[in-house]
């Protein structure tokens, strides 16, 4: 932006490179203008418009050669930066679409040959000291300066984000006097390591100061399907696991070796969240030691724990058909509309178990009841059918248990003291429509039930989202704890994670609030005529959130100017009113997403010290309702026998009600998200006082790209996660769940990272065991679809060297 013109005529090829150049910002201009003019129509920011006729000015005056072109291309970007900082600060991926281009076309307009290729001057930069050089950097510093105090000053008034909303606290400088839940560390006996779910692990051989040692014990293939979420077991010197077809195999704990593999796919696959263990009381012989799990065609399985062989006297064979009673509304059975996900859970000699149904497909679909086989004999126990509380055994023949009521999908957790099992349940299909739900559905859907492990018989309930038409179903396991109240007295707790952000932390005996929930108005308009609402939703607001700050137009994003204006403009065609914006016919943003800010993976909790360490997520779905004429107009219909699950993100029919809907994770054209970054929380919570003790952005952009070409440098960014944490005596954070495919330790007081090395593919929960002196940890890197991480079939263990 030289203020003479320069004493030689330009180059042929320098003409040429500016014509070039004129032409490209022409076309950027116009798509500024054009889009921004509608972005404008609808509310939102002016910018676009702006900066689009300036820049199509300069477009022009560039292409005929003249040097103010690229002086009021400089008055174009000191007007970005303005804009950018003002809306965002200094965070760099905010900034990153907004102010990459057009700074890389500043630069272009300053290098040579683009100085050679223009005639012109500009009195006014020989008036400033340094002349041209002089004015630019003015510019640029006032630009940065004016920026950055218009951000100062909108900041407060901008939303708060609800992880911070208690305070932060420090971490527990002793011991609160809980104690584990009576395990040693040899083994890994549940899935979340005890029957309450704690994923905390008492081994401290390996500590701060030299988990940077550990290396890879073994590395196996578990089967050749890729996607395995599976939490393994380690008892004696075995391990036993499931994969996400339907097969269950041993390991040698010390060397990844198979023993045996029982193959119960049938041909279908599914997944398999892991497997559970039972040692028959004065049993010899042939399944004294059982393994028990279920499957995608819906078979509760026992095996042989030294063989792999059927256990004769379980069920039928060793098979118990979970079909069983299972018709839906017209009395079909829909081969892959109902399956086994989680491991059961075992309490007081049963195995409980519920079911994964078919999300959104029609209304009448299976049932979501609960049921509880003897893990000797596999005779059923009792079953919940929370339409038909009063009968706990199988329904007469010819009937079966009440369809479309929620299920329970997600894994569940046990007090053997209690004699308490307590279990997530889903909703009542379909997910983004409730007119038809009756009441026994709206009392059960989204909430945590405790059932008596003998009877089955409900003891309490607790809600986390009344009538829920966001697909929030409680996707995660509780996590037991006892911790002290206001007088000291140690509370038998239960910690409960949800889709919609909210930790409940509920004293488990009786199911009332530790911490205290609020009763808070939500939105009520925008719903369909044959909709209800609830006029409220639990908060709660006595502990961190990570449902997220509400979303602005700001927080739109893309990795160019041009996709991040395509979210503004679908951002402002959009009903938000914040979390729990009803879907209808006009497109709403539901954010936390239906994926949910904590999924199956759930949170650890350290019972020693009473802190909980949780992995969020931070995105956002688009949702739409669609006639039934505007679906069939679009193909859309329910699933045949062993459809695609994972089309449930996607157009779901939701026949037998009004309205389909058309849920999607809210992307670009280019597959990023619409929102800014970070994607990815993980956070410790002191749950003795409800103060967050730390939080950071987790994973990296390693992985990560649009049009899913990844980028290879590991810059903090925070990532979609899947999967869980563990954590160890010794103060060690193990997690593996993020899409960069990393698995990382933390230091547990501070957040620190203190170790990491790449899987082949993003984590499931991690497990801890020793075995002939020392610990291992082990994880099984499957991947994850939802997060779009790497895939793999590999199980991975470590210890320190030798």
Request: glycine fraction near 12%.
């Amino acid at each position: 932006m030289s203020s003479g013109g320069g004493a030689r005529a330009p180059h042929i090829v320098e003409r040429g490179l500016m014509g070039l150049f004129a032409v490209v910002l022409g076309v950027m201009a116009l798509v500024f203008v054009g889009g921004g003019a509608y972005l404008a129509t609808l509310g939102g920011s002016l910018y676009y418009l702006v900066s689009g006729l300036l820049f199509l000015v300069a477009a022009v005056l560039l292409f005929r050669g003249r040097r103010l072109g690229a002086w009021l291309f400089g008055l174009s970007l000191a007007l970005t930066v303005i804009w950018s900082l003002w809306e965002v600060g200094f965070d760099g991926w905010a900034l990153l679409p907004r102010l990459m281009i057009p700074v890389a076309f500043g630069i272009w307009l300053l290098l040579p040959w683009s100085q050679h290729a223009l005639s012109g001057k500009l009195n006014l930069a020989n008036r400033v000291p340094l002349g041209a050089s002089g004015l630019i950097a003015s510019v640029a510093v006032v630009s940065v300066a004016l920026g950055a105090g218009l951000y100062a000053i909108s900041a407060p008034g901008l939303p708060q984000d609800p992880r911070f909303q208690t305070g932060f606290g420090t971490f527990p400088a002793a011991p609160n006097g809980a104690t584990p839940a009576g395990q040693t560390g040899a083994d890994w006996p549940y899935f979340g390591g005890d029957q309450g779910g704690q994923k905390y692990s008492p081994l401290d051989e390996i500590t701060l100061d030299n988990v940077g040692n550990l290396e890879v014990a073994w590395s196996v293939d578990v089967g050749r399907i890729p996607a395995n979420n599976s939490t393994p077991l380690k008892i004696g010197d075995a391990i036993y696991m499931c994969n996400g077809f339907s097969q269950a195999f041993s390991l040698d704990a010390a060397t990844g070796a198979e023993r045996w593999m029982y193959d119960g796919s049938e041909g279908h696959g599914g997944t398999c969240r892991g497997v559970t263990y039972y040692e028959v009381p004065g049993a010899t012989g042939a399944c004294a030691n059982r393994v028990l799990y279920g499957t995608a065609t819906a078979k509760l399985i026992a095996l042989d724990a030294a063989t792999g062989q059927l256990c004769a006297d379980f069920g039928h064979g060793g098979l118990v058909d979970l079909l069983v009673g299972m018709e839906d509304h017209e009395g079909k059975i829909i081969g892959g509309y109902y399956s086994i996900t989680s491991a059961p859970t075992f309490v007081r000699g049963k195995v409980v178990i519920g079911g994964w149904v078919t999300d959104g497909q029609y209304w009448g679909e299976a049932s979501g009841v609960i049921r509880a086989f003897d893990a000797t004999t596999g005779e059923l126990s009792w079953a919940w059918d929370m339409g038909r509380q009063d009968r706990t055994g199988a329904p007469p023949e010819g009937e079966s248990y009440t369809v479309a009521t929620p299920n329970s999908w997600a894994p569940a957790t046990a007090d053997e003291e209690l004699g308490l099992v307590y279990l997530p349940t889903g909703n009542a299909t379909p997910d983004f429509f409730g007119g038809q739900r009756r009441p026994f559905d709206d009392q059960f859907n989204s909430s945590v039930v405790a059932l008596d492990a003998e009877t089955g018989r409900l003891r309490w309930s607790f809600q986390t989202k009344h009538h829920d038409i966001w697909d929030h179903d409680v996707a995660s396991p509780a996590s037991l704890i006892d911790i002290p109240d206001a007088s000291g007295t140690m509370r038998k707790a239960l910690v409960q994670p949800t889709k919609a952000g909210e930790v409940f932390v509920l004293d488990r005996v009786t199911g009332e609030p530790i911490f205290p929930v609020t009763e808070t108005p939500m939105p009520q308009d925008g719903i369909v005529p044959e909709e209800r609402l609830s006029p409220t939703q639990p908060f709660s607001n006595a502990l961190p959130s990570f449902r997220s700050a509400d979303l602005t137009e700001a927080d739109m994003w893309g990795v160019s100017p041009f996709d991040q204006l395509y979210c503004r403009i679908k951002f402002k065609q959009a009903r938000y009113e914040g979390p729990n914006t009803p879907p209808g016919l006009t497109p709403s943003v539901q954010s936390p997403s239906t994926f949910g800010a904590m999924n199956w993976g759930g949170v650890s909790v350290d019972p020693t010290h009473g802190v909980m360490v949780v992995n969020s997520n931070r995105f956002a779905s688009y949702v739409q309702l669609l006639t039934r004429d505007e679906a069939d107009a679009k193909g859309s219909k329910p699933q045949g026998e062993w459809g695609d699950r994972r089309e449930v993100g996607g157009l779901v029919a939701q026949a037998n009600v009004p309205y389909a809907a058309e849920p999607y994770f809210w992307l670009t054209a280019l597959n990023v998200p619409c929102i800014d970054p970070p994607y990815g929380y993980l956070s410790a919570v002191d749950l003795n006082t409800g103060k967050l003790l730390w939080s950071q952005p987790f994973g990296t952009s390693k992985g990560s790209g649009a049009l899913g070409i990844t980028v290879p440098f590991d810059w903090t960014m925070g990532t979609p996660t899947h999967g869980g944490s563990m954590i160890t005596a010794s103060g060690l954070v193990f997690i593996a769940a993020a899409k960069d495919n990393m698995f990382r330790a933390y230091e547990l007081a501070s957040g620190r990272e203190v170790w990491k090395t790449e899987l082949p593919a993003a984590g499931g929960a991690p497990i801890s065991y020793t075995l002939d002196g020392k610990q291992y940890i082990a994880v099984v890197a499957g991947g994850q679809g939802a997060i779009q991480s790497r895939f793999s079939t590999k199980m991975v263990a470590f210890k320190l060297p030798d």
